[in-house]
């Protein structure tokens, strides 16, 4: 079993920056790939970025690419997200997941989810 608790989500303006964390516990971290997906109302839950085991390969959706990085400290079982130049669009409840199947990055199907932190972006 694995439980995960996003953090850092928040109110801001075009433009701006946020790090959200995501804490894991209940299995050695480094046995699980972490993803990041996100879900705005009204619409589909959608992958946003995804590390492996040890941060040695990452993965994002294009709409984040250049703006976004995900990165993992191993030492904390922690996984984060930098989000730079927010937008709008990028309002959403951003939500964690891990599993133990690099194939699984990106599934809405990952086995294990946090409950989701609020990322609001005005214009």
């Known amino acids: 079993q694995v439980q995960l608790v996003e953090s850092g989500g928040g109110l801001v303006q075009a433009g701006a920056s946020l790090r959200l964390s995501c804490a894991a516990s209940g299995r050695t971290f480094n046995s699980l790939v972490m993803g990041w997906f996100r879900q705005a109302p009204g619409k589909e839950r959608e992958f946003v970025a995804g590390i492996s085991w040890t941060g040695a390969n990452t993965y994002y959706a294009d709409s984040v690419k250049g703006r976004f990085t995900i990165s993992r400290d191993n030492t904390k079982n922690t996984v984060y997200l930098q989000m730079n130049n927010l937008k709008p669009e990028d309002t959403a409840v951003y939500s964690c997941?891990?599993?133990?199947?690099?194939?699984?990055?990106?599934?809405?199907?990952?086995?294990?989810w946090g409950q989701g932190t609020q990322v609001t972006v005005s214009s």
């Open positions: 997941a891990a599993d133990v199947q690099l194939r699984k990055i990106g599934k809405t199907t990952m086995d294990y």
